[in-house]
């Protein structure tokens, strides 16, 4: 029984050791774009996001979060997302 405990916070540590490795070289970057429709408005964070990750050198992890609002005149959206070396 011991030395499944002692086991299973060796398995604990190593896991707890890999994330926060992992966690490290990870970022969340964001863009924004507006258009004259919200459609083009997502196009263009997107596509933006996408540049920018690609310029940093990072590999994009995870979904794309997208939130959009009305502008003056136009719409207006930002999209984030996880990216890591």
Same mark, same amino acid.
């Given at each position: 029984?011991? @030395?499944?405990?002692?086991?299973?916070?060796?398995?604990?540590?190593?896991?707890?050791? @890999?994330?926060?490795?992992?966690?490290? !070289?990870?970022? $969340?970057?964001?863009?924004?774009?507006?258009?004259?429709?919200?459609?083009?408005?997502?196009?263009? !964070?997107?596509?933006?996001?996408?540049?920018?990750?690609?310029?940093?050198?990072?590999?994009?992890?995870?979904?794309?979060?997208?939130?959009?609002?009305?502008?003056?005149?136009?719409?207006?959206?930002? @999209?984030?997302? $996880?990216?890591?070396?």
């Amino acid at each position: 029984m011991r @030395s499944l405990k002692l086991g299973l916070a060796a398995a604990a540590a190593l896991c707890a050791i @890999s994330a926060t490795a992992e966690a490290g !070289s990870c970022m $969340r970057v964001g863009a924004i774009g507006d258009g004259l429709t919200h459609d083009l408005a997502v196009i263009m !964070s997107t596509h933006g996001l996408a540049n920018i990750i690609e310029a940093k050198g990072l590999k994009a992890r995870g979904p794309i979060h997208t939130t959009c609002s009305p502008a003056s005149f136009l719409t207006e959206c930002r @999209s984030s997302q $996880r990216a890591c070396k």
